[in-house]
């Protein structure tokens, strides 16, 4: 079940491992989609049920030239649990897909078993979304090495840049040659559903267990987001990776992927 049909939105799902075990859905950040997920599903599958979808404007999922919310990638997500039918799971996001986590955390608990939240914030702010705009324009020209040269010294830390240069050339040959890539109406809504989203006043209210995960060298959305995030989410645990930047999930693939089973296993079956 590849594609699944949500509201009249047609929405791309991979599913990988063992059928009868606990469920964790993986939601990427803007513009991303599940292949991003490349370093995880391995490691996650071996032990859970995986689903990693394309939010509506990315990937193999529609990009409807409308605008649409947050809440509304969120109602997408549960829509294709629905699918599936999966009561609760484990709800996993990264950057935008973290935002996604937390509405459906705030407006949905009955539905979460735990939550991660990855290099996200509460609430984008002025340089940001400065930052957004001119990406924005960048992708708008249809230059897919310039969109993913520009890109790349915002998601990777000075180290990764440094020392792996096999790695940078490897995301640039993907971003120029991948048959799926997200068109500039799909970014260009979905930003705007960036700029509107703030939970800042209701993070208290999420009670599940909840992970925050952020790169120590993140300077699209620096590490104070996420201890905002820690500060405001009772109970909450914290794990800041060194040498690692926005993507600090492929960055520091082994120690992120460490990080993220020792949570799911601690709380297998709440």
């Known amino acids: 079940m590849p594609q699944v049909a949500v509201d009249g939105v047609q929405l791309f799902c991979q599913t990988l491992g063992p059928d009868g075990a606990e469920p964790v859905v993986l939601i990427m950040g803007w513009g991303g989609d599940h292949t991003a997920w490349a370093f995880q599903l391995p490691a996650f599958s071996a032990e859970f049920r995986v689903i990693a979808l394309d939010n509506r404007g990315a990937g193999q999922s529609d990009a409807p030239d409308v605008p649409f919310t947050i809440a509304d ?6 829509g294709v649990l629905d699918q599936f039918g999966i009561a609760r799971a484990h709800i996993c996001g990264a950057s ?10 705030l407006e949905h608990p009955e539905r979460v078993l735990t939550l991660q939240l990855h290099c996200t914030l509460a609430r984008t702010d002025a340089y940001a979304d400065f930052s957004g705009r001119n990406l924005l324009r960048v992708k708008e020209r249809g230059d897919r090495e310039e969109f993913a040269r520009t890109t790349l ?23 120029v040659g991948y048959p799926y890539p997200t068109s ?6 979905q930003a705007e559903a960036i700029r509107a ?15 925050i995960t952020v790169g120590a060298d ?10 905002e995030l820690h500060a405001r989410i009772a109970g909450s645990e914290l794990v800041v990776l060194p040498d ?16 993220c089973l020792e949570f799911l296993r601690k709380h297998r079956g709440g």
């Open 197 to 211: 989203h703030d939970t800042r006043e209701r993070l208290a209210n999420i009670r599940m267990p909840t992970l």
């Open 218 to 227: 993140d300077i699209l959305v620096p590490p104070s987001f996420s201890r």
């Open 184 to 189: 500039f109406v799909g970014l260009n809504r």
């Open 153 to 175: 010294p915002w998601l990777l830390c000075r180290k990764t840049m440094a020392e792996r240069p096999e790695f940078v050339e490897l995301f640039i040959e993907r971003a």
């Open 244 to 259: 690692a930047g926005h993507l600090h999930f492929m960055e520091q693939f082994d120690r992120f992927n460490e990080v």
């Open 96 to 105: 935008m897909g973290g935002m996604i986590a937390q509405e459906i955390a």
């Open 73 to 78: 990638m969120a109602a997408d997500t549960l």
